[in-house]
């Protein structure tokens, strides 16, 4: 008999034995660690958001937890349970079982609500559901059947603008529920189309809204009730998660309150005012979700144990309780939530680049993603049948990992201040031997980074600006570069201002000359966004890609874009989201029929994985057409994808679509 | 036997070594010079090897070196200057508005020229034009030229009278065929009577700037596009005939691509016959000198430095001269200027591969008995940045640099050294907004960096809290100690997760008071706004600060006529300036500025001009800072008008400051230092 709060321990093979993973066409790439640890998610979604750690059964060892998965291809939307597996021994992470999808009663994932959570009342697992600003939906969840079943709606006064809810089983046996609300500000103004969010000094035209904590708390889950505050409603700038924290978790009651840009604050209950304070780790230093929106549960295991589990869009992270401070809780740095049999993760948006970074002769993936960072999945395996571990190296500062962000000016407001959206193009820049990195990001701007190999790793140097004629080289956000070489002489290809493909030449390490516009046979510069388009964010987003992909000797232009581009010209193409209300997979390929010195494009042609349309999700796709995986040397393709799976295809599996082929299907 | 290990055998070397060869000290030596106690209401002058500064003027702030003759006989020609902006004569301090000429006198050891104090010339017939000009010596003359309407107009010098006479010459040359704005030329003489005439025209007709039918909108959409236009310079050539004053020829589109380069300011013609070079170099705003050959229809390509980077001056820049020997054709120097003080660079005689010449350089153009220069727009802290326990002075600049002056003397009388430029990880600090800026990208080389020094990490040193024109609030760690000060990389400074942001150009006001770290800045409201740190790396609000009847203290006037790049701007620092024991503000503002109030306020309800400096008297405590409304500094009872654009005061103990308390120190948009003894200081009310 197990006994109870006793956590089996997860008997791992040694940390650095590794399995040899075979790629599967139009799958994600997996882990090729012992049992397929990874990152705990849900395939094809983007945030991966805790929602309550619960005992589903009251003989349970271990908690579940309840993941929402709101955003994402919508047969991946809905509800996740999971239940801890163990704890790893090497790192001391939490590691799950693989998350399943339960029913729920709302049916379609589109019907499902913006904020619900799970807890345990009276031994069995209760969730309240917010889906108005006068009720709550109880529901009940049934372990047996996977299933989440309405009980009753409970009518509230006072919930108001809700970003976020969370419910306890209060000592006395009461529950209360905690809600996050707005402090009545309008973040978003009016504008006209084109205009800039920001004024002539550049200051935000909107608010800087703010989010308080409300409580409700009822004798009985059936009651209705009135929300009250619990902190004043301007607590925190972009307020997104809060929990109650009882006396009997922590030693003290209060309230762990989480903004979308990770930032961790403690209220105490007794606070008659504005009282706040960061929550911090043992030597002092914040902890702090890394990365946007983020939502925070509490898990109590039986072993008397407490962590709090943070989520949004990025992995899901624990921080254990280490007791209180002089200025509130104390917790562990965190850590990533682990899952068996899970994918390689890197991150939402996920931009790969497939190369030899450490030079052991086998090709690497360094991807940027949504968080602003570079991660390096080290390839122990071969280029044939690689092995890439799912516990991903930060790339390096000599300081610390990198990480690049807008911070208050962004393309679309200063709430997507912490999404950096990095996307690295792998080339030895300096020609030193070392591979660095060319990138741009959600500034919009071209930049590098130098390596250098160190008996420890590679370490990246401070970003440095392309310029022309002294100004720095400015383009549409998250774009992609692609760079190459062309008969001894170094090309960078990106999206400018204008939304055209266009190319420049190195003249030395941090100057360009312009070469024009990328042209269509027929002369016409190539182009991604629709005609009537805001510019807005809908601009930019392509990840472009140099590679001979037809072996005819001359560099073809693979292309990732998100749904709403409109490919090659304004007037007419695809994907063309809002027009052809078909969903693609967003990778197109473009061939040159001119040569490298004179380019040339054909029309894109999009592509069909096995005969159909593979769906990857809408904010963009990242192709990287790579040989791994190929016995012939003739590339295949790796795509990134907004839920952060990297998605292998044969090319042998794949097929093109032109742009007439898909209006005629309108 | 035991073994002993070779390592300890080496440690036991190493501390005899250590024994018999002391270490040096850690600490260099304090070193002490005769200093100059500073006069009030003057400038602080460069007081060590003979005043040797920058060449520099005073009270304006672009300086464009547009033309040279060989007037005094040395080998290197004489200089003129032109000098279109910043504050007349007033307060008996020379201004250099207007057309100066600078003589050549010699060398450095270092072989820096150094030339002597600009003197100004005395007629000029262009002085409301914003024609470009251009000064030649042909034919034993020295002729003034300018462009205007398309017409080619010229004065002859007389430099017994030092003037050009105050009408232009009546014979005009038309200039027809050229598309776009000359914005530069050179006139460089050949055989005869004839000249090559050269000009760098703008390939659009009107302004740069986007339409704006409401000033406060962004020049930028919301692709974060600058809506406005990018433009770029082209080339013509044509021949005169000097004798006649007619053209040998017409104008002709030379360059071979129309885009020679981005916001093109100057031209000039080059020769350099060791390596075979002749073409012309061109200048753009961003400092870049391009290379356009003169017998090709070939591309421009940029120029390079010795190391085979492209060659920039480090400031925006207005000009570029290149000057000929003395005999002969070649222009082995060629001057460098614009708004920050002038520089050289000096043709290497080789070329590259694609024929591109080289250039060893640029160095810094110098003066004798010249005053502390610190580029344009200084914002001063007067602190031991060294720890030898004498004050000196750390200025930001509208470059972006961070310039330390050391004091050799005594704070009482002052030895400022040459600016040494300060670095972060070791990197020369230059932080510039570039592309995306308050007042769009053609301002990219201006950084604007608004520094304060003071201990933000709480370990007992010194650290660079600061702002620049891209409007949010930074800190750069000292990780080196109080005597040997290393800056590390620049870092954020947070409020829950989100980068203090505010106006642009703000030097925040940064002390400890009533235990408690303060940063006061201006607000997206351009309202003074206060922030307690908790961590260096994050602050949380205290809201914005208030006068004594409750009101908000907003730094604008009310309408704006022009971008809203005229808010912010303001210099604020804590100081306990009336000695009552707790913390008031010291505020520098732009002209523009209206303190407290938009509709009525300092300096801008007043009329007449004066020292944009106020002051804002902690009315209350330092635990509840409220301020009285604010009063305008006087000089013996007078306005003392040092510049437009932003003043930068700091309290500092300087002179004689036997009563205890501070005196006053302010930079100008021209780049010096204005000292100012506290008795002479009186303030204006408008309440």
Known sequence: MKKAGLIPLFLFLSLFSFAQVPLKSGKPVMSSDPNGIAPLGVLQTIATVPAGAVYLKPGDANPSLFLLARVGVPSSRGVYVATLNGVRKAGGELVFDKPVKIKAYWGKPSKMPDYGCFFNYKGGVLSFWAESKESLTLASYNPDEKQLVKIASVKVEGLGGVYGISAVELENGSIEITAIAGDGSRYRTDRAQNESWYDGAMIYKGALSKGGVRKMTLTDPLEGGSFTEASPASFMIALSGAVRIQDSFMGADGYLAVNRFGVLGWRDASSSRFGRSWVRDASGKSIEYPANGASVSLLNFRSGEKRILMGGEGKLVSCRFDGMGENGPVFSDPSTVLMLGGALYTGSLGVPEVVDWDGDGVQDIICGNSEGRILFFKNTGTDLVPAYSSFAEELCWEDGPVCIRPGYIGVQGPFEAVWGYMCPSVFDWNADGVPDIVFSDSRGKLEVMYARRTATGTILGRPFALRQDGLEIKGLWRVKPAVAEIAGRVCVVNMDGDGTFHRWWKVDESTLVDDGPLLLRGGTPITAHSGTADRDGNFGRVKINLCDWDADGDLDLILGTPMTSCLPRPDKGIPNGPVLKQLMMQVFYMENVGNDERPCFKDPVGFYVKGKDLLLGVHANGPEPCTVGSASGAYNLLVGCESGRLFWIDRNDLATFSIKDRYDKK | ?687
């Open chain 2, 1 to 687: 036997m035991k073994r002993i290990p070779i390592y300890a055998i080496l440690a036991v070397l190493a501390v005899f070594s250590c024994e018999k060869t002391p270490a040096p000290s850690q600490e260099p030596e304090p070193v002490t010079v005769d200093g100059t106690a500073p006069q009030s209401g003057g400038i602080l002058a460069a007081t060590l090897d003979k005043g040797l500064a920058p060449l520099s003027f005073t009270k304006t702030i672009s300086n464009n070196c547009i033309g040279y003759a060989y007037l005094s006989g040395r080998e290197m020609p004489d200089l003129f200057f032109q000098c279109p902006n910043g504050v007349p004569t007033s307060n008996g301090i020379r201004s250099y508005l207007g057309l100066n000429l600078c003589e050549f006198q010699g060398w450095t050891s270092a072989g820096e020229p150094v030339y002597g104090a600009p003197v100004p010339v005395k007629e000029v017939p262009w002085a409301a034009s914003d024609s470009p000009l251009r000064i030649v010596q042909a034919g034993g003359r020295v002729l003034a030229f300018t462009i205007s309407s398309s017409k080619l107009r010229f004065a002859v010098y007389d430099s017994e009278a030092r003037s050009f006479g105050s009408s232009w010459d009546n014979v005009s040359i038309s200039l027809s065929g050229i598309t776009g704005s000359p914005i530069a030329f050179d006139m460089i003489p050949e055989a005869g009577s004839l000249a090559e005439l050269v000009i760098l025209a703008t390939d659009i007709e009107g302004s740069y700037r986007p339409s704006m039918d409401d000033v406060s909108e962004s020049f930028y959409d919301s692709a974060g596009i600058y809506r406005g236009q990018m433009y770029y310079g082209r080339i013509y050539r044509c021949t005169i005939d000097m004798s006649s004053w007619k053209l040998q020829s017409s104008p002709v589109l030379i360059s071979g691509d129309t885009r020679v380069t981005l916001a093109p300011v100057g031209i000039g013609a080059f020769k350099e016959s060791l390596s075979g070079t002749d073409g012309y170099l061109c200048i753009n705003k961003f400092g870049v000198v391009k290379y356009v050959p003169r017998r090709s229809s070939t591309v421009s390509d940029y120029a390079l430095d010795a190391y085979g980077t492209e060659l920039v001056n480090p400031f925006v820049s207005g000009a570029i001269l290149p000057i000929r020997s003395k005999s002969g054709t070649d222009t082995p120097w060629i001057v460098l200027s614009g708004e920050g003080a002038p520089r050289v660079i000096k043709s290497a005689g080789r070329k590259t591969f694609e024929s591109v010449p080289v250039f060893e350089g640029p160095y810094e153009i110098l003066m004798e008995n010249g005053d502390l220069y610190a580029g344009s727009l200084p914002v001063p802290t007067v602190a031991d940045w060294d720890g030898d326990g004498k004050l000196d002075i750390v200025a930001g600049n509208s470059e972006g640099r961070l310039l330390f002056f050391k004091n050799f003397g005594t704070n009482a009388a002052p030895a400022f050294g040459r600016a040494e430029y300060l670095k972060s990880e070791g990197e020369e600090i230059c932080y510039r907004a570039g592309y995306y800026e308050v007042q769009g990208p053609f301002e990219a080389a201006w950084g604007y960096l608004c520094p304060v020094v003071f201990d933000w990490d709480g370990d007992g040193i010194s650290d660079i809290v600061f702002s620049t024109n891209e409007g949010k609030f930074e800190f750069m760690r000292n990780e080196g100690t109080a005597t040997r000060p290393s800056l590390g990389r620049r870092q954020g400074i947070f409020l829950d997760g989100l980068e203090l942001y505010g106006m642009w150009r703000v030097r925040p006001a940064v002390a400890r008071i009533a235990g408690r770290v303060i940063i006061a800045m201006m607000d997206g409201e351009d309202a003074l706004h206060l922030y307690q740190q908790t961590t260096p790396k994050a602050v949380k609000d205290l809201g914005k600060a208030l006068l004594g009847d409750g009101k908000y203290i907003y730094g604008h006037r009310a309408s704006a006529t022009s971008s809203l790049g005229e808010r912010g701007r303001e210099k604020l620092e804590f100081v306990d300036w009336d000695g009552d024991g707790d913390y008031d503000l010291l505020v520098g503002t732009p002209l523009q500025a209206s303190f407290p109030d938009p509709s009525y306020g300092l300096p801008w309800s007043r009329t007449t001009r004066g020292l944009q400096t106020l002051w804002l008297e902690n009315v209350e405590s330092n635990e509840n800072m409220v301020f009285a409304y604010p009063k305008q500094f006087l000089f013996r009872g007078a306005d003392f008008h040092i510049g437009a654009h932003a003043n930068g005061p700091t309290a500092c103990m300087l002179g004689d400051t036997s009563d205890g308390k501070p005196n006053l120190l302010v930079s100008g948009e021209g780049g010096k230092f204005f000292f100012f003894d506290r008795s002479d200081l009186t303030e204006l009310s408008l309440w």
